[in-house]
């Protein structure tokens, strides 16, 4: 079975500071996406940001980077230059190829403070 | 991105009770999925509706209580069934666009079943 493990339930940074979130996951499939979505009090599922498991190198979305080390089935995000409105819920998710179904982490909550 | 819209954004509703929440689609979708957020916690897939045929249910979702049509391409409605007070939750559809299995969301339905 895929699982998603998103291991920091809470964290925190002042503006204009940057934060890793770490997110891990088990599959033995080699085809895959990843992706991060960020939910803020509005409760809007927001896409942020997405990789491909078949490219090494790592995404990036403005200030939104992540690292993927395929072979610790790890996939952190960074957010640089930190912004009050990035305060929300922040979602890993994952799905093989061809399955069309998104595993989703727990969510890691994401205070910025000024 | 398509642009999606969900009815109604919230309702409180009494034990016993069925409710339908209508999830459209400013542009033709193949998939259409619909997921479960309950208090405080991740997402997780209810269903999937491919328009034309019968949906596609998870582990732990029977269509007697969640029937979920597909008539078009644009429009899908959930309906949760002889409600309790644990099927109080966010119900967000969402839609597959690209190549890249990437999902968007709705803004989501709030229930509160008293």
């Known amino acids: 079975a895929q699982t998603v493990t998103q291991s920091q339930p809470e964290m925190s940074v002042q503006e204009a500071e940057t934060v890793t979130l770490s997110c891990t996951y088990d599959?033995?499939?080699?085809?895959?996406?990843l992706f991060w979505y960020k939910q803020p009090p509005s409760r809007q599922m927001i896409l942020v940001i997405r990789?491909?498991?078949?490219?090494?190198q790592n995404a990036t979305e403005n200030r939104f980077s992540v690292n993927f080390q395929k072979a610790a089935k790890s996939f952190s995000l960074k957010i640089s230059d930190s912004q009050l409105g990035d305060t929300a819920m922040y979602f890993c998710?994952?799905?093989?190829?061809?399955?069309?179904?998104?595993?989703f982490g727990t969510g890691t909550r994401l205070l910025v403070s000024p | 991105s398509a642009v999606i819209s969900q009815k109604p954004s919230r309702d409180i509703c009494q034990r016993g009770t069925s409710l339908t929440i209508q999830c459209q689609v400013d542009?033709?979708?193949?998939?259409m999925f619909w997921y479960r957020q309950q208090p405080g916690q991740s997402l997780t897939l209810i269903a999937t509706?491919?328009?034309?045929?019968?949906?596609?249910?998870e582990s732990g979702f029977v269509i007697d209580k969640f029937p979920i049509s597909r008539p078009n391409l644009t429009f899908s409605t959930l309906t949760v069934s002889n409600m309790s007070p644990e099927d109080s939750s966010i119900y967000l559809c969402?839609?597959?666009?690209?190549?890249?299995?990437?999902?968007?969301f709705g803004p989501g339905t709030r229930l509160t079943v008293t």
């Open positions: 969402s839609v597959e666009e690209g190549t890249s299995y990437e999902q968007y």
């Open positions: 599959t033995s499939e080699n085809n895959y996406y």
């Open positions: 990789q491909e498991a078949y490219k090494q």
């Open positions: 998710a994952f799905t093989p190829t061809g399955f069309q179904k998104l595993v």
């Open positions: 542009s033709q979708v193949t998939m």
């Open positions: 509706a491919n328009q034309g045929s019968e949906a596609t249910y």
